[in-house]
Nanobody
Framework: QVQVVESGGGLVKPGGSLRLSCAASGNIFTINDMGWHRQAPGKQRELVAT???????NYARSANGRFTISRDNAKNTVYLQMNSLKPEDTAVYYCNAFIRVAGGRYSEYSYWGQGTQVTVSS
């Protein structure tokens, strides 16, 4: 069993900052790419940022320059530091991790967290 759990969402005013965390736990052998996606009401889920196990990052244009993704491999955790938040950043933010499960065939699966709400409003 593997679990991926996000935390850190909330209500923030425009221009403010939030830091999201996502921790993976369970029968983990290795974690490859990790990332953050978001889904606003009435819109499709979209990529925000990704990070490889070696630390290479990739950002959506909307996040570039304002958001920073990082990870702590020892803690199986990925973070998203969000600065200069705008109302259009309001969405449910989901963590995604590609995890190779220990035991058996050591297969890799894509796991999603349950999401954390971020609301940017004055």
């Amino acid at each position: 069993q593997v679990q991926v759990v996000e935390s850190g969402g909330g209500l923030v005013k425009p221009g403010g900052s939030l830091r999201l965390s996502c921790a993976a736990s369970g029968n983990i052998f290795t974690i490859n790419d990790m990332g953050w996606h978001r889904q606003a009401p009435g819109k499709q889920r979209e990529l925000v940022a990704t990070i490889t196990s070696s630390g290479t990052t990739n950002y959506a244009r909307s996040a570039n320059g304002r958001f920073t993704i990082s990870r702590d491999n020892a803690k199986n955790t990925v973070y998203l530091q969000m600065n200069s938040l705008k109302p259009e950043d309001t969405a449910v933010y989901y963590c995604n991790a590609f995890i190779r499960v220990a035991g058996g065939r050591y297969s890799e699966y894509s796991y999603w967290g349950q999401g954390t709400q971020v609301t940017v409003s004055s």
